[in-house]
């Protein structure tokens, strides 16, 4: 980051900050926003050839989204193997065992991205949980769903990405999965709320989401910074 | 024999699939009005592995996965419609307002393909007639009880919402770089993956060893007639790599199946829902 004007520096020192910061579960949402903005200024203010220094790169193409699918997982995979490494208290072996589950299922997916993308494959992220009480069903349960909601909506809206339809077909086999984790996390906090109002529109279909949008919300659970800069709109 | 209606519905569609299946487009129909009167039990099988290879190496056009999904919307609708208003059926309370959410849903389904379709300039197929206790409209089939029996109507209903999971899955490569139609699609998709987890808990919590997601191919119900919903499902290997125990990590056989639902081919669903089709 070289040639950066003071400004785009300033821009992208709020931006650290603005990932680093204890966020309430809540808020993350309502920053959503400005994150988003941030990282269009992160993308004004690089260069091509310097898009190495910003962070991970996820790379251009079907290795793009793959890889952007991967840093999902890992955030997914990272806080799941913290919830069931001590459960919240109150957490009754039945909802121990749906989240052993899930935890085996998001590493299981983190694991197979890694060996796909071999050599493309993005480093380990660096996440930031400090917005989440381990020790809380509240947060914990408010966190699960948020991601897996976030995750469902994050392969509904990358499949048109794809070149190629096998990893299409790939991503489409994972993200039944992740519905089927979000149905379920939402019925432990409130019954009958697997598929409501929420995430399911008037037509009956589910959220889809585009990688900045989805970025801008997992940011503040990742320190690592992402640069996204490559990867497919259309 | 209902696979005639089946057939002259993508026929509609796809003015070759007789060809695609048989070159002899006669001897074709007469082998299912033969099949009809001698082995209307092994049909199925004999059907399935024709439609595979018929439609299992080709690609679908727009239409007709639009009309296919519509198809498929119909059943599953209709199924919840009656499941809703049979007296006595559902238990009051959450039970009935969760299999109503899900009924809206596929209702909305219907509607929405409908719309999709028109919009493409094309025709929406008609609703076929059912029979839910998948007797091919004897009425008379392996689920006779689906509207009197609340725990083979669930069962039924999680056999509909696997299969359609994979049903959509298995299409989403025939709508690669379509833009919206294919996020249309992935995002009904999802949602039948929610029902299904959903309808899966809801039998476990009435004593059925079921998890929310699928555990090898096990169908659950423990009834032979619903297995090929499940077969392949306990696939552990994914573009070539074992998932099983994957990089060193302790993920177990079950937990690697689970991790990835799996696809159908257009094929292997008709033919799944073929005894539900009058």
Known sequence: ?234 | MNILNILDEIEKVDAEVYERLNPRRKAMKEFFNFGTKVAAASIPFAIGSMFKTAYGQTTASVEQVLQYALTLEYLEAEFYVKGVAAAGLIPAGASVAAITTIRDHENQHVAFLRSAITGLGKTPVSKPTFDFSAGNGSGTGPFATVFTNYDIFLAVAQVFEDTGVRAYKGQAPNLLRQGAVLTAALNIHSVEGRHAAKIRQMRKARGANVKPWITGKDNGIGLAAVQPSYDGEDLDTQAGIKITGINGQSISSNAATESFDEPLTMGQVLAIVDPFIV
Do not use: W
């Not at chain 1, 806080?79 to 935890?103: H, M, N, W």
């Open chain 1, 1 to 234: 980051m070289k040639n950066l004007s003071k400004a785009e520096d300033q821009a992208l020192i709020k931006e650290q900050d603005f990932f680093s910061s204890k966020l309430e579960r809540r808020s993350f949402l309502r920053f959503a926003g400005a994150g988003a903005a941030g990282i269009a200024l992160v993308a004004a203010g690089c260069k091509k050839d310097e898009k190495a220094e910003v962070g991970v790169y996820l790379g251009s193409g079907d290795v793009g989204i793959l890889n952007y699918a991967y840093a999902l997982e890992q955030l997914e995979a990272a806080f799941y193997v913290q919830v069931a490494t001590s459960f919240y208290s109150g957490a009754t072996q039945a909802e121990k065992d749906i989240l052993i589950d899930i935890r085996d299922h998001e590493v299981a997916h983190r694991e197979f991205f890694k060996n796909a993308l071999g050599a493309n494959a993005i480093g380990g992220l660096e996440v930031n949980f400090s917005s989440i009480n381990f020790s809380d069903r509240t947060s914990v349960l408010g966190t699960a769903k948020a991601f897996e909601d976030l995750g469902v909506s994050a392969y509904n809206g990358a499949g048109f990405l794809f070149r190629d339809a096998g990893y299409l077909t790939l991503a489409g086999k994972i993200v039944s999965v992740e519905a089927r984790h979000a149905a379920t996390i939402r019925e432990l906090i409130a019954p009958n709320s697997f598929a409501n109002s929420e995430v399911i529109d008037a037509n009956g279909l589910d959220k889809s989401r585009m990688p900045a949008e989805v970025l801008s919300i997992a940011g503040a659970f990742i320190k690592t910074k992402i640069n996204a800069n490559d990867l497919p709109t259309s």
